[in-house]
């Protein structure tokens, strides 16, 4: 299940990454506006990069809803193998 959740928050990080990537792109390789093609790609890459890397407030709920999960799934699968 914490494929399918992660999947989700990256679905919703790439909605805010992806126009400001091509925003960046049109910028850069259109119009020749280098540095602010450059700043926009370089915040959508950043975004992406601190959703998967870093925790953030907002996550502490998740996971330990996680560690949650994955403990009792452990123990049940220990109390079966008996």
């Known amino acids: 299940m914490g494929g399918v959740i992660d999947t989700i928050e990256l679905a ?3 909605v805010l990454a992806l ?3 091509l925003a960046g792109l049109e910028l850069l ?3 020749g506006e280098t540095a602010v ?3 926009l790609i370089g915040l959508a890459i950043a975004l992406v990069i ?3 890397r870093f925790t953030l407030p907002s996550d502490v709920p998740a996971a330990a809803a996680k560690r949650v999960v ?3 799934r452990v123990d ?3 109390n079966d193998d008996r």
């Open 50 to 52: 601190v959703q998967r």
């Open 37 to 39: 093609g450059a700043v």
């Open 29 to 31: 390789l259109v119009r």
């Open 76 to 78: 049940g699968d220990e």
């Open 12 to 14: 919703g990080v790439l």
């Open 19 to 21: 126009p400001a990537a």
């Open 70 to 72: 994955g403990a009792v």
